[in-house]
């Protein structure tokens, strides 16, 4: 009788730890909802580059620290990394055909943070190809935006939000940079529609609108400027042309001696006097 009563004990101490485990593991399961942020890269053939993506939560949660990311490009898996303290991790990937490559980076499943899988892009060009820099405002329709004014302009969340291209604009592109230009797409505002958010999200809409791939420029403190001086010091001195909407982006491409075309044109009094406009994007092959 006592050895039955003992193996019942143990039965029954087996079941209460069981559940205890369960209960334990269903709380851990819990998972802190979070944002991946992942910025375009831009590299040469068979030559590495750092890819860098950041992990960041809104809420008190568990530390970003260790989280465990995974890298793809074009759907394949590449390489692993961990986070460090502030949430960042990077890889190193050695690019080696030119042309442009979808890059993507998820959050481990067994991780403590949940986020939605982040694209961008990945260029690979040649120095010599030349680089025509594209103001984003130059592609949306303005007094459509200036109407609708609660979404960002090229980040709007669905299709109902989301900004509405300039006709021709995407064809007229496409045909710059099919055999000729390579395309850095850039804000000329430090409060951009790309500060602090994925640069997918600028190429989705991109894509969406077929628009042509190219580097997405992620806005930098020192604004438009510093954009402009990072890319030539890292080598990418054939930037010689730019097509922009505003005043304020002629001026600084003219600062840093290059040909820019103004569309839709500017009143004469407000067009800086070595700018080309062109009334629309028909012209703007033209103006190049």
């Known amino acids: 009788m006592a050895r039955v009563a003992g193996l019942g ?3 029954f101490s087996w079941g209460l730890f069981a559940l205890v485990a369960l209960a334990t593991t269903g709380e851990a399961a819990v998972k802190v909802p979070g944002t991946l942020i992942l910025h375009d890269a831009l590299t040469l053939p068979n030559h ?31 390489a692993t990394a961990k986070t460090n303290e502030g949430g960042q991790a990077s890889f190193d990937y ?9 890059i993507s980076v998820l959050i481990d499943p067994d991780a403590p943070i949940a986020a939605e899988k982040v694209d961008a892009t990945l260029c690979v ?5 030349p680089i025509v820099v594209v103001e984003l ?15 960002s302009p090229v980040i709007g969340a669905t299709d ?22 390579n395309v850095v797409y850039v804000s000329n505002s430090e409060q951009g529609p790309m500060l602090n958010v994925s640069s997918g999200q600028v190429r989705r809409w991109l894509l969406a609108h077929q628009f042509p791939a190219g580097f997405v420029a992620s806005p930098t ?21 730019g097509i922009g909407r505003t005043r304020g982006f002629a001026d ?37």
């Open 9 to 11: 004990l143990r039965i």
């Open 48 to 78: 590495s580059v750092r890819i860098e993506a950041q992990v960041a939560v809104n809420a008190a949660g568990p530390p970003v620290r260790g989280v465990v990311l995974h890298l793809q490009i074009d759907g394949k898996e590449v």
């Open 94 to 102: 050695l690019a080696k055909m030119r042309g442009t490559n979808v």
């Open 125 to 129: 060009w040649e120095r010599r190809r």
């Open 137 to 151: 405002d130059a592609l949306v329709q303005q007094a459509l935006a200036s109407e609708n004014p609660a979404p």
């Open 160 to 181: 109902d939000t989301a900004p509405i291209p300039v006709p021709e604009a995407a064809e007229e592109l496409s045909r710059l940079t099919q055999y000729y230009y």
């Open 221 to 241: 403190p020192g604004g438009l400027n510093a954009t402009l001086d990072a890319l030539k010091s890292d080598g990418w001195t054939t930037m010689k042309s």
């Open 252 to 288: 600084m491409l003219l600062q840093h001696r290059m040909e820019v075309v103004v569309v839709p044109e500017l009143p004469k009094r407000e067009l800086p006097r070595k700018a080309k406009g062109a009334k629309d994007w028909k012209e703007v092959r033209k103006k190049l």
